[in-house]
């Protein structure tokens, strides 16, 4: 049962647009989100985070949103560039856990020159 | 470089066999975590160490068995190999109270069974 979804395995995108990745949970018990980007042959690098009290969370060019009641994040890329051109990786951390990462099944990001 | 090493970077063995993967964490960290990556699929959770004692199971297969030395390296251990263990294995540590839950990944070792 895939608690983590990433529901788009690919998105394209022209550099200077807006990329906006998508990411739903199934587990109430999940109380904070990562985002994580990966370049290939390298590990997952952290990007963004946000805790379940929040609904926002800004970090430069990246924005998380969270929406709890539809169970629902988002990364927000504005605006997007050719390096962001990674898989981008939707993690989740429950409360009460050893804080093991459950991990979504990842969105390939392409950005256009 | 995350200061998270793993060795071998690439593994390439027959069915039946059996491999050992090793993880160096970073410098201070005394947690130790072992993610499987199938083709298309996002990071499963294996099996966590924590100053050299078991700490949570995921879905790992009894085949497979880890340990945490003294030295707070890990080894993850992978017998009877299937084809369907080819994958990537990725190593992380973590500092308890570090930012974002202080997570390093590894660049990972993958393991392709013929």
């Known amino acids: 049962d895939q608690q983590v979804k990433q529901n788009s395995p690919s998105l394209s995108v022209q550099e200077g647009r807006i990329s906006i990745l998508n990411c739903d949970y199934t587990?109430?018990?999940?109380?904070?989100f990562l985002w994580y980007k990966k370049y290939p042959a390298e590990g997952p690098t952290f990007l963004i985070s946000?805790?379940?009290?929040?609904d926002k969370n800004e970090d430069g060019r990246f924005t998380v949103f969270l929406n709890k009641s539809a169970k629902h994040l988002s990364l927000h890329i504005v605006p997007s560039q050719p390096g962001d051109s990674a898989v981008y990786f939707c993690?989740?951390?429950?409360?009460?856990?050893?804080?093991?990462?459950?991990f979504g099944s990842g969105t390939q990001l392409t950005v256009l020159p | 470089d995350s200061g998270v090493t793993q060795t071998p970077k690439h593994l390439i063995t027959a069915t039946g066999q059996r491999v050992t993967l090793r993880c160096s964490p970073r410098?201070?960290?005394?947690?130790v975590y072992w993610y499987q990556q199938s083709l298309d699929q996002g990071l499963q959770f294996l099996i966590q160490?924590?100053?050299?004692?078991?700490?949570a199971k995921g879905n790992i297969l009894e085949r497979f068995s880890a340990q945490q030395f003294p030295d707070l390296h890990s080894e993850l251990n992978l017998s009877s190999l299937e084809l369907g263990d080819s994958a990537l294995y990725f190593c992380?540590?973590?500092?308890?109270?570090?930012?974002?839950?202080?997570?390093?990944f590894g660049s990972g070792t993958r393991l392709t069974v013929v």
């Open positions: 992380a540590s973590r500092v308890a109270g570090g930012p974002n839950y202080g997570y390093t």
């Open positions: 410098s201070g960290d005394l947690s």
């Open positions: 160490y924590y100053n050299g004692e078991e700490r």
């Open positions: 587990n109430s018990m999940f109380d904070y």
């Open positions: 946000i805790s379940s009290i929040k």
């Open positions: 993690a989740a951390i429950s409360s009460g856990s050893a804080r093991q990462l459950t």
